[in-house]
């Protein structure tokens, strides 16, 4: 799991806003529901790490996918109700992500 | 499909309970049964999350946090052949013939 290996498969670097899919199936997935369809940005990429999602049904969690570090405006998860600039910061599987326009705060 | 019962961010949770409260030994048990089967490659946490994911809602809500760790313990264990329904049963109840019920 050699890191410049997985820094230089990962789709995305630090800093590249992010939209979390919004995917409902069955299954175990760790992307929580309030960030689902929600846009942020990338702080850190973690490196690759086996599959939660196949590995929770005994499988082997291959291919392996790349973990981020993302970043989300409290803001624009609750709205009014956050009246602050502090951030969420939520680990996120690649395949979760896609990428989306506007610059990172 | 919706949110599962497990996946509660942003949703009113009420007030918390931030007393301190001593683990039993039933529950320090638990925790011991867990590391035993993840150093013997029985199960990976990844799997006892899905368990308890799977769980009848009512009653993953009615449960504490260890009671669910047990129960993901038993399915993975029956789910794995490891263990059958009826043996664990079968203990339970000359566990509770012995010491009566919990």
Known sequence: ?105 | MARGHHDVGGLPGGPIDQTEHQLSDWEVLADAVNQALGVRGIKRTDELRRAREEMDSAAYRDMSYYERWIASMEAILIEKKILTKDEIDKRLAQFESKWGEP
């Open chain 1, 1 to 105: 799991m050699g890191r410049a290996v997985s820094e230089a498969s990962a789709q995305f670097k630090p800093g590249d806003r992010v939209k979390v899919k919004f995917e409902d199936r069955p299954g175990h997935l760790r992307t929580p529901w309030y960030i689902r369809g929600k846009k942020g940005w990338v702080e850190r990429v973690y490196g690759e790490f086996l599959n939660p999602e196949s590995l929770a049904f005994g499988r082997d969690g291959l291919p392996k996918k790349t973990l981020y570090l993302v970043a989300f405006n409290q803001t624009d998860l609750w709205g009014d109700a956050a009246k602050n600039r502090d951030k969420v910061l939520v680990d996120i599987y690649e395949h979760w992500l896609e990428p989306t326009g506007g610059d990172a705060p």
